[in-house]
């Protein structure tokens, strides 16, 4: 039963990466671009799957293939749901609420809000409480020093600025994910009993 469950995950982070990388190759009718994002709603997805370069590509699928076994209660289908809401939940935000950006792609963001959620719910298991608080304080600490000091050195790396508002965003949505989640489920344990 075991295997099945890291088969599984290993199938979703390997069709997840190849849809990426597909999308790669014609970034430019998938980034975040606001001209057209309402009427390319598709954008509001698939945005956050394309990168400014393979680099910048390689960084975001290594952060996202490492969280299903650092996590490992997590289920295939909550990370589904969270790869769902979060990209239009950040793609809605730029939209409406930062109108200066005009162009964004990557994943970093979405990630920011994966890690918060998971680490969110991984409250509620003793033995991992302690690893999902660090995990949580690492997330805070990033999003206080990058919206401090900025992100001179991943923008070196990936050869292009960081939008550290996708970071933040993607964590708040990923903290609503979360408190979502263990909303519903404490009220579905609750009606059980």
């Known amino acids: 039963m075991k295997d099945q469950i890291w088969i599984r995950k290993v199938i979703l982070i390997a069709v997840c990466i190849s849809i990426s990388a597909c999308l ?37 699928m290594l952060a996202f293939a490492c969280l299903p076994f650092i996590f490992p209660h997590v289920l295939n289908r909550h990370l589904c749901a969270l790869l769902l809401i979060l990209p239009p939940f950040i793609s809605l935000i730029f939209y409406f609420y930062l109108p200066y950006i005009d162009a964004y792609a990557g994943l970093s963001g979405v990630l920011h809000g994966l890690y918060t959620a998971v680490s969110l719910v991984y409250l509620q298991y003793p033995k991992e409480r302690k690893f999902a608080i660090l995990v949580l304080v690492l997330v805070a600490a990033k999003l206080l020093w990058e919206n401090t000091f900025g992100q001179a050195g991943t ?27 263990l909303s519903i489920n404490g009220k579905g344990r609750a009606q059980a009993s």
Not at 162 to 180: N, R
């Open 155 to 181: 923008a070196k790396l990936i050869g292009s600025p960081v939008l550290t508002e996708a970071h933040l965003i993607g964590a708040i949505g990923g903290v609503l994910s979360g408190l979502g989640y």
């Open 24 to 60: 790669q190759v014609f970034s430019d009718h998938f980034i975040y671009w606001k001209p057209s994002l309402l009427d390319e709603f598709w954008r509001l997805w698939t945005a956050h799957w394309v990168h400014v370069g393979w680099m910048h590509f390689l960084l975001n």
